[in-house]
Each structure stands twice: as C-alpha cells, then as structure tokens.
C-alpha cells in the first residue's frame, strides 16, 4: 500500500516536500493522512537543515476537505454525545491539522488541483501560496450545511478583506487559481506544469537565506495570529449546525451528489 504522506528531501535536505499521497479519494483528511502529516511535521521539527517546507498534493488535488467519517469517528471516541461529542471531535480533527503551525520554517503551500473547504482552510494556514492557473479553490461549507472551520473565518479576511470573504464563504462558488491570486488569495498562479518548478525556486530563494532571521521573522509576523481561538469558537457552532436537519441533507446531498434542499431548521 502506498503511502498516504511523502516526505522528501531536496536540495540537500534544505527543503522538505511534503505530499498528500491519496490521489483516488483526492487527498481527504481521513486518519492515513492524518498521521502522517503528523509524522512529517515532527521529521521537520528534528531536523537541523530544513529551511522551507512544502506542501502540496497528488494526482488532480491539493485536498478535497475533511472526511466525514473520520469527523464522526473522532466524536464517537470522545465519549460524550450529542453536541458535545461533536465538538470534541471536531477539535481533535482540528488540532491535527494546525500542527503545521508549529513549524518554524516557512511553508509554502503548492495547490496543484481541488482545495475544498478543510483543504482550503488548511492551505490557508500556510505562510505562502503558490497555485496553478486551473486550480480549483472553494470555501464550500454553507454548501453542505456546515459552518466554516479550522480558522478560515479569521484567516480569510485577513488576505482578501471582509467583504470579499463574506462573499466567498456565503456563495461557497468556485475560484480559479488566477482569479485568487488576483484577489490575492494566493501569492501566485502559474501554467499547471510549471507548479513544482516555481514552488521549489521559491523554496530555493527563501533556503538561500540566513535560516535563523527567516524563522524569527516568521514569529514576528505570526505574533497576533488568533487562529486557534478562532477555530475554538468555529468547532462550536460547528457542534451547534451538526444536530440540524440542514446538516444532515447537506451531508447527504453531497455524496448524491445533488443539490441540497436546506430548510432553514
């Protein structure tokens, strides 16, 4: 069985290259990804070399969002019920993704296809984003009936300004790697074969510099980044939505994949 995580060093293990590596379900945020972001993230955090890191995705996905199973696994292992459960659950699936903000280093996030929803959010927590021209980017939690998570409410706004967050997290639409870049979603696009070659030269100029400085201004920029509070009040109203009707046919709509009939209870 292939891995679910790659992690690759280049350029003298200067820089890390870390891949979800489950192209048939399009990267989904299950437990196989899960544990080896995790372990991939502590290889990073022991190594003595590594001064940038990338992250990005194979076959036709960066990340497709969370895996529902894997949000209703974790809230059965809570042990608690109803909203409760759900919350911790949703915390516990949080906490695994925002481990990439222990890195030090600079970590870039290479959209290569679809980054849906927890994907989006999860890209946004990256320091930089390059993606391809055809990339396809999407805050689609009112599509399913599911509040925003994972810090998207705070990290959004913050690159694209409240009005044009409020419009994508309302409309859920669809935004193309050059459309998000000119929004400034994303640092850059370019033609979808030139990706890797322009994440790792941009990889390349950031290793090329005085590591310690880049991790200290790293800090510096990041020091009254709330996301984590942010995403504790998102996991509640998350808990919240979860025990409505809408959530349960949002849910059920997008595996039929058919347009949900949302009720308003």
């Known amino acids: 069985m292939a891995q679910a995580v790659l992690y690759e060093e280049l350029k003298e293990g200067k820089i890390i290259k870390i891949t979800f590596n489950k192209p048939e379900r399009r990267n989904l945020m299950d437990p196989e990804i899960i544990a080896g972001l995790s372990e991939a993230i502590e290889k990073v955090k022991s190594s003595r070399n ?4 990338i992250v990005t995705g194979s076959g036709n996905s960066f990340c497709a969002g969370a895996d529902f199973s894997t949000l209703q696994q974790f809230a059965s292992e809570s ?16 906490n695994a993704f925002m481990k990439i903000l222990e890195v030090e280093q600079p970590v870039i996030a290479s959209i290569n296809g ?4 927890g994907g989006l959010a999860f890209a946004l927590l990256c320091d930089i984003r390059i993606a391809s021209r055809d ?5 689609n939690f009112a599509k399913v009936g599911i509040h925003p ?13 409240l009005e044009r967050a409020s419009e994508i997290l309302f409309t859920g639409r669809f935004i193309t790697g050059e459309e998000a870049e000119k929004i400034g979603l994303i640092s850059k696009a370019v033609p979808p074969e030139k990706l890797e070659e322009e994440t790792i030269e941009m990889a390349s100029q950031i290793a090329d510099n005085a590591p310690y400085i880049i991790k200290l201004t790293k800090k510096i920029l990041r020091r009254e980044f709330n996301v984590r509070a942010h995403s504790e009040i998102e996991a509640l109203a998350q808990a919240i939505c979860s ?10 709509a997008f595996f039929e994949k058919r347009k949900p009939e949302f009720k308003g209870k």
């Open 114 to 117: 679809y980054a849906i929803g």
């Open 79 to 94: 042990g608690l019920y109803g909203a409760a459960g759900v919350r911790e659950g949703i915390m516990k699936f949080y």
């Open 135 to 139: 990339a396809k980017l999407s805050a």
């Open 243 to 252: 025990q409505m009707e809408d959530a349960v046919e949002g849910v059920k």
């Open 149 to 161: 998570g994972m810090g998207i409410t705070y990290t959004l706004p913050r690159l694209v300004g």
């Open 50 to 53: 590594a001064r940038c890191v």
